[in-house]
């Protein structure tokens, strides 16, 4: 009886070691695909924001349309300006252009090829918000105006819970919505820098 009683008292603390084990390794691997998940958004938010600073820096302004993101980066190019010759130490860059010793010459190169390395870059998930099962990232272009300049703006951003779905623990998340850009100030930082 007392062999028997051993026996049953040492299954019910290894039933409740793994119990404890368990409440205490859940948060734990909570904590572990949240970032996972936000890497990934971070990641998709760094790449709106390289495709805006180029559409600004060909067209002067930023998009404020997702889809026309995607249209950008597959159907445009980007000039990629080289300079041919050895600037010599005694000039500098504009003063050996200007006397013939360097020549720049300006090539086309596919939007896609110059932002991203890798050819199997999916261009269309750019909109998409990882881990959300398909919503959106909100976009916003604009300007604003600071004393007599007009500044172009942009501001990309998910919420929160779009991208927690299926975690047990995702009520108990607080961090604020990852965005890249504002539409206040002439910022394309994240919010996560």
Known sequence: MKTLLQIGLYVVIIVLGFFIYQSVMEPIRFGREASKREAAIIQKLKDIRSIQVAHRSRY??????????????????????????????????AQAVKLGVVRRDTTWVVAKDSLFKSTKYPIDSIPYVPYSEGKRFSLEAG???????????????TNAPDYMQGLKYKIYYTRENLKVGSMQESSVDGNWE
């Open 60 to 93: 002067g302004k930023f998009l404020g349309d997702l889809d026309s993101l995607v249209t950008f980066v597959k159907l445009d190019s980007l000039p990629v300006v080289t300079a041919i010759g050895a600037v010599p130490d005694s000039l500098t860059e």
């Open 143 to 157: 300007t604003i105006t600071r004393g007599l300049v007009t500044i172009p703006v942009f501001e990309a951003k």
